[in-house]
């Protein structure tokens, strides 16, 4: 698994209920020459009534990226976070399938993004119960054995093979704390101030994306999150669950469970890709 990162300036499934439940989509897709397999579910959690988490899966090309998977952690209120995470999505979903000139995976995703973010801060700013309202966004498209990433906040995209490695970088004040070596990281995954993010899709005018390049192997797994499923799991938790599954998606539920028998305390959100889970089909 070879990894680079850049930093750049700039079948949906919906959780609206008051009370826990499953929404989940599995597919097995030719993308490359290969057979891609996917699961997808989400999950309002024990205590929370309205989930602010948002998913959306393609097993089809989507402009001209090959596939898309997108998973967004909405955060601004009673309102502002249910809001932001479904527009966001559905506005960059909307600019990648209208572009038809550019054919660069990270240039899709950085435009998609831009314009997202210009959309949910324009509602902020125009609907006061709306103000201050922005979402995590992490997304990843598979052609060949190349996964292109974008990622803004605290949500995550994992590789998982023999290990479980974490391609993304969270945006959050504990992140930068561990950096500055002021906390270590177990200490973060407790510490009060967890929940705050330093980066989100429509909070200011403009916003940061990263950018990663990653190239993977046969038998190697992607893992879309939010950190309803890390706050609650350890990473090598993760691990277990995912590697013991006998396909993916007992693997996407047995990870809703766990993180839900851990205290379920927020929205979870899975996504599920196999780039070559099919090939002996």
């Known amino acids: 698994m070879l990894i680079q990162q850049r930093t750049l300036n700039q079948n949906l499934c919906r959780k609206n209920a008051r009370a826990a439940f499953f929404c989940d989509y599995a597919a097995k897709v030719v993308i490359g020459g290969e057979k891609v397999k996917l699961f997808s579910i989400t999950d309002v959690g024990r205590r929370r009534e309205i989930n602010e988490d948002y998913i959306y899966t393609s097993d089809k090309p989507v402009g001209h990226l090959p596939n898309l998977f997108i998973v ?4 601004g209120g009673h309102n502002g976070g249910d809001y932001a995470s479904k527009h966001a999505v559905e506005k960059a979903v909307e600019v990648i399938g209208n572009d038809t000139q550019e054919y660069d995976a990270e240039n899709i995703l950085q435009k998609a993004i831009d314009d997202a973010n210009t959309y949910i801060n324009k509602m902020s700013r125009m609907n006061e119960k709306l103000k201050g309202m922005g979402t995590t966004f992490v997304a990843a498209t598979v052609e060949d054995n190349r996964v ?8 995550r995209l994992y590789v998982i093979n023999d290990f479980i490695t974490q391609i993304t970088k969270d945006h959050s004040l504990v992140e930068e704390m561990v950096d500055m070596g002021g906390i270590d990281r177990e200490t973060a995954r407790t510490h009060p101030d967890k929940n705050i993010i330093t980066r989100a899709v429509g909070v200011k005018e403009y916003v940061l994306v990263d950018f990663f390049d990653v190239h993977i192997s ?7 999150c939010t950190d309803g499923l890390t706050n609650m799991l350890k990473d090598d938790e993760i691990h277990r669950i995912i590697n013991s599954s006998s396909s993916l998606e007992e693997a996407g539920k047995r990870l809703i469970e766990a993180a839900n ?6 929205n979870i959100a899975v996504v599920l890709v196999e780039p070559f889970g099919g090939q002996n089909d």
């Open 148 to 155: 292109t990433v974008a990622n803004v906040g605290d949500s």
């Open 218 to 224: 046969e038998k190697e797994k992607l893992l879309l």
């Open 261 to 266: 028998a851990n205290g379920g305390r927020d």
């Open 72 to 75: 967004a952690d909405g955060m």
